[in-house]
């Protein structure tokens, strides 16, 4: 995100801090409890509208690498051992791809794990 986005979101948040906190004091507290209701409920839809957003956006690794995975492959961007994936440090460009159950695919090496996917 551009930077002016960040500070017209800073913008809107704090104008509307302001405007529920004025609610409160002029209103009766029952106002204020619908209120605060409905921007919760607000608030909760455009985190979920969010969270969806990032998770489809493709993701791509340093050096415009990009790893994906599809059903219930498994594909790290550098190297697989038995205690978890690393960065490839120094290599050459590489995209990486797993499709299909009990496939593994890795931008590195891949080391102390064998196909049932248990460590050795």
Known sequence: MQR???WAIAGVGGAASVAFLLVVLVAN?????QVSSVVGAVVGLVGLVVAVIALRAPTALAGGRTVEARGGGVAA???INGTGSTQVAG???RDVSATGK????AGGDING???SGRSS
């Not at 507290?29 to 409890?33: E, S, Y």
């Not at 009990?102 to 695919?105: E, F, K, L, Q, W």
């Open 113 to 115: 794990i064998d196909l």
């Open 102 to 105: 009990g496939s593994v695919a």
């Open 91 to 93: 290599t050459e460009r």
């Open 29 to 33: 507290l029952d106002t204020a409890g």
């Open 4 to 6: 002016w986005m960040w």
């Open 77 to 79: 961007g550098g190297d």
